[in-house]
């Protein structure tokens, strides 16, 4: 089968013992060791649409492969048929209209290299080598946010390949529920082979302030960072660190460094009367601020993480959150909502939440196999303590919860919505290695 499906392809069929077949199935999350039957490695639009009908004629699971962020490991299927987007990885801007064309295999350091030379820039989340594409559909969260809304709010139109292999656009004029459905849906609905998205301007300069507290005695200076947060300007993304035996409490400011500075400098001042023991206040690129939190081990760590949505960070949730005893506990962030998030109606899209306050994760990397069942255990131990704060959970954050990680991350008559969108597009659940939202009767 494998010479039949290459006659139809652009594109290279890689299997088991060929070269380039190990690195093609290795994702971020070196826990997912799985060996696909078939890695196609898409050229063109064209050969997507093949692997997609291929798949599906032969009974095969399809995964969809792009950056590899997704901690479950969806993208590789084992025995089944990975779809693998990197080639597709182009990005072209169009700066009078303020406006760039991403393939659908395309990493976020990739677009904002892009755009960022001409002054522009959409909200991309916060490490460049995660895919545009896994990010977008789950929402996208990123330091420009708050400005400009999600990713997925800054979608102008989806092209899309089916579970049938035919090629769509989806906007507000055309497939209009399928652009609902997408903003936010996940991957549940068909191959993205490029996105469509606003640009806005942004010069490019970032400050960041971080200051750090001991464990013990924090409580006061964390009220008093969310104190702050609460009447931020929207340049300001409050973030916080829990991590060993420091807290660290801070914002990322993306817009004039002048005010930046003045608003970190009150910030550290405030704090420093608190309980905190150390400032440091920088200032760098647009582009230096979306690389600097990628990982140098990349994707030889092992990971586990759980998360959840804070609608409020009461004193009780603060006190929960530094209470950190137990081995091998996750390091654990917080990182503020609101601003433009919040100004998009809810029936908009298919993100739900948008009364967030705060996304927390609790998230886990360790070398040594030995340590899966107790890394695990303690991220899940140290959530679990949170759960009766949460209000519900990001959906590019769920592990494999199934319908009860789904009913975290939408609302009900949400999820009732995506169901009729895919009984509409997938009714054989064709997409099913995602956050899956099954068609129903």
Known sequence: MRSTLQSQLAGAVLVA?????????SVWNDMVDRRPRYIVR????????????FAHEHGLEIGIRCGGHGIVGHAVPHDGLMIDLRLLGDVKVDVQRRWARVEGGALLGALDR?????GLATTAGNVSHTGVGGLTLGGGMGWLARQHGLSCDNVVAFEVVTATGELVEASADSHPELYWALRGGGGNFGVVTAFEFVLHPEPGEVTTVEVLVPLTGAAPAMRHWRDLSASAPRQATFNALIDGDTVSLGFVWVGAPVEGRAQAEALAGALDDTGGRRSRIETMSYLQLQSREDDVKGHAWRRYWKGHYFSSLGDELIDALLDRSGAHLPAASLQAYGGAIADVADEATAFSRRDTAFEFVAASKW???????????????????LDRFASGAYVNVLGDEGQAGLRRAFTEPKLARLTAVKRAY????????????????
């Open 42 to 53: 898409c050229a063109s639009v064209a050969d997507v649409a093949t692997a997609v009908r």
């Open 426 to 441: 997938d009714p054989d659940n064709v997409f099913h290695l995602n956050q899956n939202i099954p068609p129903g009767a």
């Open 367 to 385: 070398s040594d196999p030995r340590e899966d069942e107790s890394r695990m255990s303690a991220a899940r131990r140290y959530a679990r303590t």
């Open 114 to 118: 892009a755009s960022q030379p001409h």
């Open 17 to 25: 013992g060929d070269e380039g077949y190990d690195a093609a199935r």
